[in-house]
């Protein structure tokens, strides 16, 4: 019966990893058309001011992440604890909890909000109404954002990875057709794309609500139910997480401050276009680690180790694996890579990405570890020993920078200070849930390192034999992929997952043939 149970979940493991690849690969390639889409439609001067003004609301968005990361850890271990009253207890909680933090947010926002807009901005006198329009339309389409992460947190605790995926794609497909829309339409286009944006952020919101509601019986507004020991644990445990984010978040705009006023304008263009490509990368190992995430936790607040083990080393390898070979034909072929997607590639935009996605690398296979922290609810030492090595990478940064180094001694530094955060993380999740460190290494990091070395050797000697063209870079990139993907088959996964994934060829190849018959 158990082992029935466990192939189960494997099984939707593997099909709500699919469903999020589909998404995610869906909602990058809508939201990159749809910026240049956009470009075209508002034009450069009101493109930029949509950026400015819709960047101070997206400085919390992160907030919006946090809450949600929180409220899928309350709702899984309630779930995995077969415990339906906590569940409804855990649900009433959370929403009082985003009611008021978006009513904070919303004071905060039209009071000092937008004092910082009319003071401190620089806008175009003709565009001053228009701007501050599209200001009030981001507040409250962050506030709807905020208010869905609840009803979004919910159905990732009940795995129903298909409907958040299809809800995803729905979104970005609504935002292109308003771009569309703005073509046809003769009217002041900046603040009326703040309010079709902000109608699509409401209608997702109500999409959302209406499904849960319908689906999830512990999802009811006709009672509440009062939990003060949760709503402490739910506050102590966000505080905590939203530490170690606004430490990250610290790091990261710190460091471009730093190269802003340390190096040319072009140093600070060049670290923009690597996170950017780096981010959109990682999106994909952090889909991975979403499917995973409820698995994590409901083992955990089971009492089930062993599958909870599992799942963190398997994980893990994955998590890594599926990024890799994205990054790695990225490492060899940037230049290329670079050339076709810019006009122009700044000078040092080459090197910053490849350390970038070194960095992202070794913060890919953590997210696991990260996820196992959270299990047993207690983040104080976790978020402040991180946190704390977050803000370090700035100040040691400056220092080097000071005394004369470099722009990429800032990426060197911080693939430095994550590697050992992955080895605190990795200790630290050993005293909270056990993990044994010795077989963590074995299991993961040997055959991680194995996987790295064969197939980048491989790749880097056919990339040396075959001649510089783009058609030629394409077909290297390609090899590149399959040489990874050979190497993570028979090096990563053990013989039970590879057994896995020969049935679960053999069932699509099976169900293809017999639809074309």
């Known amino acids: 019966m158990q082992k029935n149970i466990v192939l189960n979940s494997n099984k939707q493991i593997v099909n709500n990893t699919i469903m999020l690849y589909i998404r995610q690969i869906l909602v990058l390639l809508v939201s990159l058309y749809t910026v240049r889409i956009t470009l075209d439609v508002l034009g450069v001067e009101d493109f930029g001011l949509y950026n400015v003004v819709g960047g101070i609301v997206l400085l919390l968005s992160f907030l919006s992440g946090t809450m949600a990361s929180a409220t899928q850890r309350f709702f ?62 981001s507040t409250i389409s962050f506030i709807a954002t905020l208010l869905t992460a609840p009803f979004t947190a919910i159905i990732i605790a009940h795995e129903d990875m298909r409907i958040y995926a299809y809800v995803a794609i729905v979104e970005v497909l609504l935002k292109l057709g308003v771009v569309f829309l703005l073509i046809y339409v003769v009217a002041d286009k900046l603040p009326l794309y703040g309010f079709l944006i902000f109608l699509v952020t409401f209608l997702n919101l109500l999409i959302y609500i209406i499904i849960c509601l319908k689906k999830y019986n512990e999802c009811q507004f006709k009672r509440y139910y009062w939990d003060k020991k949760l709503f402490k644990q739910i506050l102590n445990y966000t505080g905590w997480t939203l530490f170690g984010q606004l430490s990250t978040v610290f790091r990261t705009h710190a460091v471009t401050i730093l190269l802003n006023q340390s190096f040319s304008p072009i140093a600070v263009a060049s670290r923009a276009i690597a996170t950017n490509i780096s981010g959109r990368i990682n999106m994909f190992a952090s889909s991975f680690n979403l499917g995973l995430y409820p698995s994590i936790i409901k083992s955990y607040s089971s009492g089930n180790k062993d599958r909870m083990f599992e799942l963190i080393f398997n994980g893990s390898k994955l998590t890594f694996s599926l990024m890799w070979i994205f990054a790695l034909p990225l490492l060899i072929e940037m230049e290329t890579i670079l050339g076709l997607w810019l006009k122009e590639v700044p000078e040092f935009a080459i090197l910053f990405t490849r350390l970038a996605l070194i960095e992202s690398l070794i913060v890919s296979i953590s997210l696991p570890l990260t996820t196992a922290a959270r299990a047993p609810g207690n983040m104080k030492q976790y978020e402040l020993i991180l946190g704390c090595m977050q803000i370090l990478i700035f100040f040691t940064s400056w220092i080097f920078v000071s005394i004369g180094y470099p722009a990429y001694s800032v990426f060197i530094i911080a693939i430095i200070f994550n590697f050992m955060m992955f080895i605190v993380r990795l200790y630290i999740v050993s005293n909270l849930i056990g993990i044994n460190v010795n077989h963590y290494l074995k299991q993961v990091l040997f055959p991680v390192i194995m996987i790295i070395f064969i197939s980048a050797v491989l790749s880097f000697c056919v990339d040396f034999i075959i001649k510089e063209s783009i058609i030629l870079s394409i077909l290297n990139s390609f090899i590149s992929f399959l040489i990874t993907s050979i190497c993570i088959y028979f090096i990563g996964l053990n013989r039970s997952l590879r057994l896995k994934v020969n049935n679960q060829i053999r069932i699509k190849v099976f169900k293809l043939i017999k639809s074309n018959n």
């Open 76 to 137: 899984s271990f309630a779930l995995g604890e077969n415990d339906f009253e906590k569940l409804k207890r855990t649900f009433s909680v959370n929403l009082i909890f985003y009611l008021v933090l978006g009513l904070i947010s919303l004071v905060l926002l039209e009071t000092l909000g937008i004092w910082y807009i009319k003071n401190k901005l620089i806008i175009p006198f003709e565009r001053y109404d228009a701007v501050i329009y599209l200001y009030h339309f």
